[in-house]
């Protein structure tokens, strides 16, 4: 059974800098492209960020590109964000995925929809 826990989350003010962790089992980590997504309230589930497999290829929704970066550590089974200059607009619930590709390129860039392993989520609060 895949499990995906993250862990991390928390209230910081605006322009602060949190780190999420998401620990995977139950699946071959290093086969697997990984993702994070968020959800506002209100709001539809959306891309954050996306890494393949061995961590040479990232991917980054406009919004959060040049403050968060995505990470990882297939020896622990773990993926990382890490969220620098926080906003307000950036507070929502963040889910960790498990894409089932493997790798991406310019014609199979990330994809939510082939996310098939999900977390339950970890709540992220900015306040301004």
């Not at 003010?13 to 962790?21: D, F």
């Not at 403050?67 to 889910?95: G, H, W």
Request: glycine residues 12%; aromatic residues 12%.
């Amino acid at each position: 059974q895949v499990q995906l826990v993250e862990s991390g989350g928390g209230l910081v003010q605006a322009g602060g800098s949190l780190r999420l962790s998401c620990a995977a089992s139950g699946l071959t980590f290093g086969t697997h492209a990984m993702g994070w997504f968020r959800q506002a309230p209100g709001k539809e589930r959306e891309f954050v960020t996306a890494i393949n497999w061995s961590g040479s290829s990232t991917y980054y929704a406009d919004s959060v590109k040049g403050r968060f970066t995505i990470s990882r550590d297939n020896a622990k089974n773990t993926v990382y964000l890490q969220m620098n200059s926080l906003k307000p607009e950036d507070t929502a619930v963040y889910y960790c995925a498990g894409d089932t590709v493997r790798d991406y390129g310019p014609l199979m860039l990330p994809q939510q929809r082939l996310f098939a392993y999900w977390g339950q989520g970890t709540q992220v609060i900015v306040s301004s």
